[in-house]
Every structure is written in C-alpha cells, then in structure tokens.
C-alpha cells in the first residue's frame, strides 16, 4: 500500500513528477534529481516498503529485474568503465528517503566521486564466530 507523504510513492503512482526510465507493474525507475554522475538512476518498488527487511521475495525480485535492465541501458547509453549499485537502510546508513529504493551510477575512471567507506575496523570477535552467527540467523529457504 502507498505511504501517503512518500515522494517516491507519488512517483510511483504518477502522481508526483519525475524522469521515468523504465518501469512495470512492480518496480519503478527514475533519475536521481540530485545525480551523483550523468545516467544517476533509482530504482523502486511500486509498492512501499521503508527498508529491505520488509520487503518480500517478488517485490525484490521485481526491483532486481530492473535494475540489471536498467544497468544494461546505463552501459549501452553512456559507455561508463564501472556501475556503483547501491543500497542503504535506515538513517543510520544514510537513507534520506524512507522507500526501499537502489542508486545506479555510472563511474568513469578517474570521475572523482567517493563513496565514502570508513577505515577498517578490527572485528571484535573472530570472523568465524562472525559467520556462524550469521549463518545460524539465516531463515530456511
């Protein structure tokens, strides 16, 4: 169901505008209004979810099918020498927007953008203990 203060909602919905890429009954993708490179593009689902803990196995299905449509036209249409697909959750991971949404941008050699990433850390616990726990925390397929 649409949020009703969401932008990317309206988006979705038609209702609000934006530079429609591509899109079907399930996902939606649009340039970024504020690109971080030519071809910057997000893509959607239609329906909303605020982060990817609440999405469901055929909204994300539908948003990765558009994301490599969309990737494969980004390369076709700018010739980048890379792609950045991003993906952040909650604020905390610098989500601005509150819908579920992945960045697509085009990157050139020498292009200049940081996508910032923190120093490493050393891991308090042993990576095995790590991936156990993980491991351990999976939902069964």
């Known amino acids: 169901m649409p949020s009703p203060k969401c932008i990317f909602c309206a988006i979705a919905a038609q209702k609000a505008p934006a530079e429609i890429v591509a899109q079907d009954d399930a996902a939606v993708a649009f340039l970024d209004i504020r690109p971080a490179a030519p071809g910057h593009t997000l893509v959607i689902p239609c329906q909303h979810y605020a982060t990817i803990w609440e999405l469901d196995d055929v909204a994300s299905l539908a948003v990765m099918r558009l994301t490599l449509r969309v990737a494969h036209a980004l390369r076709a249409a700018f010739r980048p020498d890379g792609l950045s697909v991003m993906q952040n959750n909650g604020r905390a991971a610098g989500q601005e927007v509150l819908h579920v949404h992945w960045h697509l941008i085009p990157r050139w ?27 351990a925390a999976l939902p069964t397929a």
Request: charged content about 35%.
């Open 109 to 135: 050699h020498g292009d200049g953008l940081r996508l910032v990433r923190g120093p490493a850390v050393s891991p308090d616990e042993p990576l095995p203990e790590v991936a156990r726990r993980i491991r």
